[in-house]
């Protein structure tokens, strides 16, 4: 039999789960096995609890991995031909930035677009050809509000650049000219 997939991770598991680190004092009646003591009243909620404190310390280990220098971006065309049309667009997503609850739908974001009742805090991705997964964590503090503005601001620009389209083709401009902002009134 091979283990070999069933222990791969195993460093991880010690690593969250093991025995490694400072020895924990436990409060009377405290088994330290997880089950307390009947006589044991409420828990106290001075402190994180332990699937808290789990959390936190995974978040801080992961967070070398997403704070880092910003790639620069590749270079690229504008896809507004009129600085005010761009003005327009950039003044609009300001004002939806403001509203971070108000997230289209169809981008996966929204609570009963999930496939689980929670947010998916890992994504599995296969790059190349080799079929090998890679298991990506996306912790939702640091990856939900970004997913989020990235949406608005996808589905802004996409509505933003369907309405030009519609007003270029109502206006006959075969040459893709753009006649918003114009003056009609001559």
Request: charged share 35%.
């Amino acid at each position: 039999m091979d283990f070999s997939q069933d222990i791969r991770f195993l460093d991880v598991i010690n690593r969250y789960y093991g025995v490694a680190g400072a020895r924990r004092r436990r409060p009377r009646n405290q088994t330290g096995a997880g089950i307390a003591s009947d006589d044991e009243g409420e828990s106290d909620a001075d402190g994180p609890s332990v699937e808290e404190e789990l959390e936190n310390q995974i978040g801080a280990d992961l967070a070398q991995n997403i704070r880092h220098e910003p790639v620069p971006v590749a270079r690229h065309r504008s896809p507004f031909k009129d600085p005010d049309l761009e003005s327009d667009f950039l003044e609009l997503l300001e004002g939806l930035l403001e509203q971070p609850d108000a997230l289209p739908e169809d981008y996966g974001v929204l609570e009963d677009e999930w496939e689980e009742e929670d947010y998916p805090e890992i994504e599995i991705i296969k790059p190349g050809r080799r079929g090998k997964e890679l298991v990506i964590a996306l912790p939702r503090p640091d990856w939900f509000p970004r997913a989020a503005r990235w949406v608005q601001a996808l589905d802004l620009l996409t509505r933003f650049l369907d309405e030009i389209e519609g007003t270029e083709s109502a206006s006959g401009n075969e040459d893709g000219s753009q006649d918003l902002g114009s003056d009609d009134s001559e």
